[in-house]
């Protein structure tokens, strides 16, 4: 008794879904509107996978992967930047060797649990007015307490037009068929993850991502909100 942080105090949304469902958009936008934080949990997944490669450890071995968490300091700027010690890291995180190893690191249950306190501690940073958390099990799990639980829903093949759409602007060679094969890849590796697989829960409210403007999202998200007394 006693090990588990009373994080009530504040109010906290959740997003969950899928790889590519634009939550982080969403929740990014979000937080920003609300004047709150924004905490990109899959952002510090992939730190803590980029300081695992720093030190050339094996993102494979738990103990590894826990004693690199141990030694850094993992904080999240107001924007949901992720910083490592101090350092702002962006398109590092986005390489396709973190894409590779970040699995690795996510698939440790000991290194979910030491990580989820980290995220949690974020509601007890001064200055800190209310957070936005999206990831897989931002609702589930880092914030089972959250005062709105939302779970952001699009169908895959929506989700790999807009990802090979997002590669065509960025002038990436990419074709939609490998597009969808490796999200379909990453939904079957984030739900074998037990209790931190993405899931629709009881208290989740749906959020049909497929046709709708960031605005129109950002409309039904700040309704829901005020909705459930979150915000004045
Ligand atoms: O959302 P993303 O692609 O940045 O997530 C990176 C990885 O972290 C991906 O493998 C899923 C994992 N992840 C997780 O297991 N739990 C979370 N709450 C967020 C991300």
């Known amino acids: 008794m006693g090990t588990e942080p009373q994080f009530q105090s504040l109010p906290v949304v959740t997003l969950d879904g899928h790889s590519g469902s634009g ?3 969403l929740a990014q936008r979000l937080a920003e509107r609300l004047g709150w934080s924004y905490l990109d949990s899959g952002a510090w ?3 803590l996978t980029w300081a695992v490669l720093e030190v050339k450890g094996d ?3 738990s103990q590894v992967v826990l004693n690199t968490l141990s030694s850094i ?3 999240s700027n107001p924007k949901g930047q992720v910083l490592v010690n101090g350092q702002l890291l962006g398109n590092e995180l986005r390489t396709a060797i973190i894409d590779h190893h970040v699995s690795n690191v996510a698939d440790h249950v000991i290194v979910r649990e030491a990580l989820n306190q980290r995220m949690r501690q974020m509601l007890e940073e001064p200055g800190v007015q209310g957070l936005v958390a999206d990831g897989r099990d931002a609702g ?3 914030f089972p307490d959250a005062g709105l639980m939302v779970f952001v829903e699009v169908p895959l093949e929506v989700r790999a037009q807009r990802r090979f759409e997002q590669n065509q602007r960025k002038g990436i060679d990419s074709n939609l068929s490998d597009v969808t094969a490796a999200l379909a890849n990453r939904d079957a590796r984030d739900a074998a993850r037990g ?3 993405p899931q629709i829960t009881k208290r989740s409210r749906l959020l049909d991502n497929s046709n709708q403007t960031v605005e129109e999202a950002i409309g039904c998200l700040l309704e829901w909100t005020a909705k459930n007394r979150l915000v004045r």
């Open 73 to 75: 300091r993992i904080e």
């Open 59 to 61: 993102t494979r071995d």
């Open 195 to 197: 209790d931190a697989a």
């Open 140 to 142: 589930t799990v880092i």
């Open 45 to 47: 997944y992939r730190a």
């Open 23 to 25: 939550k982080s958009t």
